[in-house]
């Protein structure tokens, strides 16, 4: 029993050293795309290393397309005029010119008294802990 349990201890640590090699090796393969997928992107259209590239136009395509035959009997396109209505907007009443509204749903609430502060008391920054008692 004490042998077998060595030998598959033993097989176990060999295929746990595969599966770590086989990740190490996955992981660099997926580094290794990466960077790949990177430089393809800076090499692309639009990337680093051709910002702008274009391939050269054909001199046929430089050539300008040639202008429509004019039609003479179709009467002249008119432009719009350049003159347009503007309305005016009314004038804004002042505030103070407003009369007073007549009844009004919520009542106006006078302040309530409120007591002024005593100066006999001395102001925080003042404040000082009172004293404590020495430690027994």
Same mark, same amino acid.
């Given at each position: 029993?004490?042998?077998?349990?060595?030998?598959?201890?033993?097989?176990?640590?060999?295929?746990?050293?595969?599966?770590?090699?086989?990740?190490?090796?996955?992981?660099?393969?997926?580094?290794?795309?990466?960077?790949?997928?990177?430089?393809?992107?800076?090499?692309?259209?639009?990337?680093?290393?051709? !910002?702008?590239?274009?391939?050269? /136009?054909?001199? *046929? %395509?430089?050539?300008? $397309? @040639?202008? &429509? #035959?004019?039609?003479?009997?179709?009467?002249?396109?008119?432009?719009?005029?350049?003159?347009?209505?503007?309305?005016?907007?009314?004038?804004?009443?002042?505030?103070?010119?407003?009369?007073?509204?007549?009844?009004?749903?919520?009542?106006?609430?006078?302040?309530?008294?409120?007591? !002024?502060?005593?100066?006999?008391? /001395?102001?925080? *920054? %003042?404040?000082?802990? $009172? @004293?404590? &008692? #020495?430690?027994?």
């Amino acid at each position: 029993m004490n042998d077998f349990s060595k030998a598959l201890a033993g097989e176990v640590r060999i295929l746990l050293a595969e599966v770590g090699k086989l990740r190490d090796e996955r992981r660099s393969l997926q580094f290794e795309i990466a960077e790949l997928m990177e430089l393809k992107s800076k090499h692309g259209a639009g990337g680093e290393y051709q !910002p702008d590239w274009r391939p050269q /136009p054909d001199p *046929a %395509q430089l050539e300008p $397309p @040639p202008a &429509p #035959p004019a039609i003479e009997d179709a009467p002249p396109i008119q432009a719009r005029p350049g003159w347009r209505v503007v309305h005016k907007r009314p004038e804004r009443r002042d505030r103070a010119r407003m009369p007073p509204q007549a009844a009004s749903p919520h009542p106006v609430q006078q302040p309530q008294y409120v007591e !002024p502060p005593r100066t006999e008391l /001395p102001a925080w *920054a %003042q404040w000082r802990r $009172p @004293p404590t &008692p #020495p430690p027994k």
